[in-house]
């Protein structure tokens, strides 16, 4: 027996919800009780709470992998930014000693000069990474198209 993953589930229960609603065979299976005003308010409180039902369960589907996603992500970025970090060290002080030795600088100065234009391409790689990380992209679009669509059939269902 498969242990369940209540996100597969949460994803198979608003794909099969969003096939339900939208599917037109499914409309016209209302026979008996169901023809009474009584009996279609019923079912219409019973469909509109599955239905919203099924789309908070789409939308944490969505937003959950987009946060796992982003917490992948993350972790890479801080493995590299840590070995970057220890990389570049080595690096900028063998910049200061080449500038010394090569162009007859006094150690402060080089030490000075290697540190400014390395603060000046930090500044540009840090601004870079952020304007990435924007709130857009953890926007769940399917749901707010889904979401959409369902308010544009009520809409014209009402009218």
């Known amino acids: 027996m498969t242990p ?5 589930e949460a994803r198979a229960a608003a794909s099969g919800a969003a096939a339900q609603v939208h599917d ?7 026979t008996g009780d169901d ?10 409180a019973d469909d509109t709470t599955s239905l919203v039902t099924k789309e908070i369960a789409l939308a944490r589907a ?5 946060v796992d996603s982003l917490k ?14 220890c ?4 690096l900028l002080g063998a910049a200061v000693y080449a500038l010394v030795e090569i162009a007859d600088m ?10 400014a234009v390395a603060t000046v391409i930090g500044v540009i790689l840090l601004s870079s990474a952020k304007s990435k990380l924007s709130a857009a992209t953890m926007v ?11 308010q544009q059939m009520v809409r014209s269902k009402v009218s």
Do not use: C, F, H
């Not at 006094?106 to 540190?115: I, N």
């Open 140 to 150: 769940p679009e399917r749901t707010v198209q889904s979401l959409q669509k369902d």
């Open 35 to 44: 023809a009474t005003v009584a009996g279609l308010l019923r079912r219409l």
């Open 24 to 30: 037109p065979a499914y409309a016209g299976t209302r």
């Open 62 to 66: 969505e937003v959950g992998r987009s």
């Open 87 to 90: 990389g570049l060290g080595v």
């Open 4 to 8: 369940s993953n209540p996100r597969t």
């Open 106 to 115: 006094q150690r402060w100065t080089a030490a000075l000069l290697v540190g």
């Open 72 to 85: 992948a992500a993350m972790a890479g970025m801080l493995v590299g930014a840590v070995v970057l970090i």
